[in-house]
């Protein structure tokens, strides 16, 4: 009897031990993926960090870095708020653009912050050509997280996939900076 209550024991007293490790490597495990969370994090902004500086290195146009801080609630507009405002030097009709091409122009500035409006907002317009056919027109938003190209002559194909550039000509954004892709003609 004495044996079997001893390794009755001994196995409740290994279970409990087993119970309280499992406690702990479940903690550890929590921890460990958030750390891990944290880490691909500070590897993505390392990799959008990089890709800001191949981007000011490839452009000869002064620019400022600034971080995207509030987007616009409302549905009928599509603005953001940045980081940089009139201490960095900014000013309404800037051009707002990043790696991937442009985005948007400031159409407020304030002490330490401005307001972009992004490029698909209704309000919104750029001169844009069409990057092998050299068509241009004028692109406009629709609010629908897409944009029109409108006045471009009906006799002239325009081809679905080309990509959209900036043309220049509305002298607030930059020549060649892509902006979309025709995805419906």
């Given at each position: 009897v004495a044996d079997a209550t001893t390794g009755a024991w001994r196995t409740y007293r290994g279970l409990w031990r087993a119970h309280q490790q499992n406690q702990e490597l479940e903690v550890q495990l929590v921890a460990a993926r958030s750390e891990i969370q944290q880490l691909s994090e500070r590897a993505l902004e390392a990799e959008r960090l990089r890709g800001l500086l191949e981007?000011?290195?490839?452009?000869?146009?002064?620019?400022v870095a600034a971080e995207v801080i509030a987007a616009s609630p409302g549905e009928d507009t599509q603005a953001d708020y940045i980081d940089k405002g009139?201490?960095?030097?900014?000013?309404?009709?800037?051009?707002v653009i990043t790696p991937?091409?442009?985005v948007g122009k400031i159409i407020a500035v304030f002490p330490y912050s401005s307001q972009v409006m992004l490029i698909t907002?209704?309000?919104?317009?750029?001169?844009?050509?069409?990057e092998q056919t050299r068509l241009q027109g004028v692109?406009?938003?629709?609010?629908?997280?897409?944009?029109e190209l409108n006045y471009v002559m009906n006799e002239d194909a325009v081809p679905v996939g080309e990509v959209v550039l900036t043309s220049g000509l509305d002298q607030i954004y930059p020549k060649g900076l892509p902006i979309g892709?025709?995805?419906?003609v």
């Open positions: 981007f000011k290195q490839h452009y000869p146009f002064q620019t009139r201490d960095a030097g900014l000013t309404p009709d800037l051009a991937a091409g442009a907002d209704p309000s919104s317009g750029a001169g844009a050509l069409l692109l406009k938003g629709t609010s629908k997280h897409f944009c892709r025709v995805v419906e």
